[in-house]
């Protein structure tokens, strides 16, 4: 079994900053990319940014120039920083990660997903 928790979630005022961590558990052989996504009422899923094992990123041009994506191989964690939030940034951010298990592959795995409202 594979599980992904995410938190950091929560209420912050247009300007103000949230950090998200996504921290994959289980039989774990490597991770391969790491992802958020948001999704916002009424609206489809969107990629935020994504890092490779490397580190090579890339981010929506929404998000780009304030958010930071980050990644710590050895906790196997997923790190988002949010700065100079805007109300439109509200939605609940899910991570994903290409995660190899051992004999079976490499697959997509989700979290639950977390909360994330700006208020004006």
């Known amino acids: 079994q594979v599980q992904l928790v995410e938190s950091g979630g929560g209420l912050v005022q247009a300007g103000g900053s949230l950090r998200l961590s996504c921290a994959a558990s289980?039989?774990?052989?490597?991770?391969?990319?790491m992802t958020w996504y948001r999704q916002a009422p009424g609206k489809q899923r969107e990629l935020v940014a994504a890092i490779t094992s490397g580190g090579s990123t890339n981010y929506a041009d929404s998000v780009k120039g304030r958010f930071t994506i980050s990644r710590d191989n050895a906790k196997n964690t997923v790190y988002l920083q949010m700065n100079s939030l805007k109300p439109e940034d509200t939605a609940v951010y899910y991570c994903?990660?290409?995660?190899?298990?051992?004999?079976?592959?490499?697959?997509?795995?989700w979290g639950q997903g977390t909360q994330v409202t700006v208020s004006s």
């Open positions: 289980g039989s774990i052989l490597s991770i391969n990319a």
């Open positions: 994903a990660a290409d995660i190899e298990r051992p004999g079976l592959g490499a697959y997509d795995y």
